[in-house]
């Protein structure tokens, strides 16, 4: 049975930090490249960040760049989105996910498995 179990959401106040933690396990496949998604209120879906199966890799979306950093866990398929400078914009639910490549991008059709959310609110 396939699992993404996140970890570590909550409230915070504006300018605040949190870190998300996502452990995969009972992936059909040995190596996955993990992302971050969120969802706020009333919007779409967008793409947070993700990063390669051996963590060499990582990629942004434009609003988080140089506040949230994605990195890998020593245990395999585990990683983690470190969030600083929150504003209320970051309020959402987070989502983790694995994709059966090598890297994967923004895309969510990319990803195989889905984490089942994490609450974040910043107030402000």
């Known amino acids: 049975q396939v699992q993404l179990v996140e970890s570590g959401g909550g409230l915070v106040q504006v300018g605040g930090s949190l870190r998300l933690s996502c452990a995969a396990s009972?992936?059909?496949?040995?190596?996955?490249?993990m992302g971050w998604f969120r969802r706020a209120p009333g919007k779409e879906r967008e793409f947070v960040a993700s990063?390669?199966?051996?963590?060499?890799?990582?990629y942004y979306g434009d609003y988080v760049k140089g506040r949230f950093t994605i990195s890998s866990g020593n245990a395999k398929n585990t990683v983690y989105l470190q969030m600083t400078s929150l504003t209320p914009g970051d309020t959402a639910v987070y989502y983790c996910?694995?994709?059966?490549?090598?890297?994967?991008?923004?895309?969510?059709?990319?990803?195989?498995?889905w984490g089942q959310g994490n609450q974040v609110t910043v107030a402000s």
């Open positions: 990063i390669s199966w051996n963590g060499g890799n990582t």
């Open positions: 996910a694995a994709a059966n490549v090598a890297f994967a991008f923004s895309g969510h059709y990319e990803y195989d498995y």
């Open positions: 009972g992936l059909p496949f040995r190596d996955a490249a």
